[in-house]
């Protein structure tokens, strides 16, 4: 009776220690929330003065972060860098549980195929690849 239990126990320990062992360490990075974006896609392309919506998933919000609001900037990959336009935000002040926000290309953008917007939570989130065109095109 009591060697059976103390091997099943201790399979239980050796199965317990696997488990541990294979389990991640959870960082305390996980706290920090960088949403990912759903829109714009690679190679969409968006019109000058049309507005589209920024949309991203807000099901790993986590719960303390339910009333943090974001920022989206404009950008284009080149030289290496994300090249943020800072000084014209996209968008600002808005809810990230909120999954989207409704932004207008900018009127005078340069004709470009490599612009990213970055939506900031705590952290940044790039999309990929999109164009803005001038409407006359
Ligand atoms: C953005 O999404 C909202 C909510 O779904 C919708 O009301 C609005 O028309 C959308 N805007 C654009 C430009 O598609
Ligand atoms: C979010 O805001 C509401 C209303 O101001 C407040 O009741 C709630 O405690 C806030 N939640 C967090 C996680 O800060
Ligand atoms: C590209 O980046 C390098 C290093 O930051 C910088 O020295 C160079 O001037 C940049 N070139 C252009 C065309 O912006």
Known sequence: ???SFSTIFSAFLMA??????????????LLVFSPTLTSPKA?????????????WETDNIPEEKQNATGLILLGY???N??????HHPLGANFLLT???YEVTAPQNATPRVDYTVVLFGDSGNASPE???MPSSL
Do not use: H, R
């Open 1 to 3: 009776m009591f060697s």
């Open 16 to 29: 317990a220690s696997a488990i541990v062992s294979a389990a991640p360490v959870q960082p305390v990075e």
């Open 43 to 55: 190679g969409d392309i968006w019109t000058c003065g049309q507005k589209y919506n920024v949309t």
């Open 77 to 79: 990959l080149y030289n």
């Open 81 to 86: 860098s994300e090249n943020l336009d800072i």
């Open 98 to 100: 909120d999954g989207y």
């Open 130 to 132: 999109f164009a803005i």
